[in-house]
């Protein structure tokens, strides 16, 4: 089985990039965190840039290809922020879900749109960039958090179509749809193609 160092030191990531692959292709990939010290600077200006660096540092640390993702919610009535500072813009997951909150207390119904966008890169220990793809799903930003799933700004990511939020739905659900389901499907089928 092919290992591949993920480049994160968040396990819920790991978990839910494992969870995916076996409902893709199970016993394929087996992605691992990044052994020591993980603390890549992300001082890219791109979804796409971040994920490199985040790669890179972990291809290097752990000598054997590795995947990295950069993910962010994009706003619409806030310029698309919080964006690439996603992860960064508060402290803390209450934090983040208050500041958002408190953004968007003035914002009415019909102009709360916005999109999770996941840029995964994959880079050989090399430094070599072997691919790269973007997933991205569309809802807009609830009035309040609802569900008990997910992370991160997965409570206020509410889909009309399905009338519930990123963290109302089940795990199995989630990664059925989500912005980092839609970009690791692609990148699973090139890894199982090119490595």
């Given at each position: 089985?092919?290992?591949?160092?993920?480049?994160?030191?968040?396990?819920?990531?790991?978990?839910?990039?494992?969870?995916?692959?076996?409902?893709?292709?199970?016993?394929?990939?087996?992605?691992?965190?990044?052994?020591?010290?993980?603390?890549?600077?992300?001082?890219?200006?791109?979804?796409?840039?971040?994920?490199?660096?985040?790669?890179?540092?972990?291809a290097k640390i752990m000598n054997i290809p590795a995947l990295a993702d950069d993910t962010g919610l994009c706003v619409?009535?806030?310029?698309?922020?919080?964006?690439?500072?996603?992860?960064?813009?508060?402290?803390?997951?209450?934090?983040?879900?208050?500041?958002?909150?408190?953004?968007?207390?003035?914002?009415?119904?019909?102009?709360?749109?916005?999109?999770?966008?996941?840029?995964?890169?994959?880079?050989?220990?090399?430094?070599?960039?072997?691919?790269?793809?973007?997933?991205?799903?569309?809802?807009?930003?609830?009035?309040?958090?609802?569900?008990?799933?997910?992370?991160?700004?997965?409570?206020?990511?509410?889909?009309?179509?399905?009338?519930?939020?990123?963290?109302?739905?089940?795990?199995?659900?989630?990664?059925?749809?989500?912005?980092?389901?839609?970009?690791?499907?692609?990148?699973?089928?090139?890894?199982?193609?090119?490595?």
């Amino acid at each position: 089985m092919q290992k591949i160092a993920l480049g994160t030191s968040n396990p819920h990531k790991l978990q839910e990039i494992n969870e995916m692959l076996k409902e893709i292709h199970p016993d394929s990939v087996e992605f691992v965190l990044v052994d020591g010290d993980f603390n890549p600077v992300e001082n890219g200006t791109t979804f796409e840039e971040n994920s490199y660096i985040k790669a890179l540092e972990a291809a290097k640390i752990m000598n054997i290809p590795a995947l990295a993702d950069d993910t962010g919610l994009c706003v619409d009535a806030l310029n698309g922020r919080p964006g690439l500072y996603s992860a960064r813009y508060a402290p803390d997951q209450p934090s983040k879900i208050k500041k958002l909150l408190s953004e968007m207390k003035d914002v009415k119904q019909g102009e709360r749109n916005a999109c999770f966008v996941c840029a995964m890169t994959l880079v050989a220990p090399d430094g070599k960039k072997l691919h790269t793809s973007v997933g991205k799903i569309s809802g807009e930003i609830a009035f309040e958090p609802s569900g008990e799933h997910g992370f991160g700004y997965d409570p206020l990511f509410f889909i009309p179509d399905l009338n519930k939020t990123m963290a109302d739905m089940t795990l199995a659900e989630k990664n059925t749809l989500s912005h980092r389901a839609r970009a690791l499907k692609p990148m699973v089928e090139w890894i199982l193609e090119n490595i």
